[in-house]
């Protein structure tokens, strides 16, 4: 039961997560761009850090990797390229052939 909802709360994160990436590349070029790219990135995060119990990461591994990619691709648009890199990695670690994370 546990499990469940963390994995219910890292997809809410995700959800969020992705809601501000859409919309700093709306605002992009713009003061507002930075801050909502931050607020993807605290979301992504967060539903890692949901995942990081064991019985969850298994209940999801692929939304684990979607994570790690989309924070990947949040810190590539703030010119972070070692944590790109990083982020990038670990999702290769739990799902090799995820598209995203292949690119």
């Not at 590349?25 to 949901?50: F, N, T």
């Not at 994570?67 to 890199?85: C, D, I, P, Y």
């Not at 090799?96 to 994370?101: E, I, N, Y």
Request: charged letters at 25%.
């Amino acid at each position: 039961a546990e499990a469940k909802r963390r994995v219910a709360r890292a997809e809410v994160c995700r959800s969020r997560g992705n809601e501000s990436f859409v919309e700093a590349g709306r605002v992009q070029g713009s003061a507002d761009a930075r801050a909502m790219l931050c607020e993807a990135l605290e979301q992504y995060e967060a539903g890692i850090a949901e995942l990081r119990h064991p019985p969850a990461a298994r209940c999801s591994p692929s939304l684990l990797a979607t994570l790690h990619a989309n924070a990947a691709a949040v810190h590539l648009r703030l010119g972070a390229w070692e944590a790109a890199r990083a982020s990038a990695s670990a999702g290769l670690r739990l799902a090799p052939s995820h598209v995203k994370l292949r690119v």
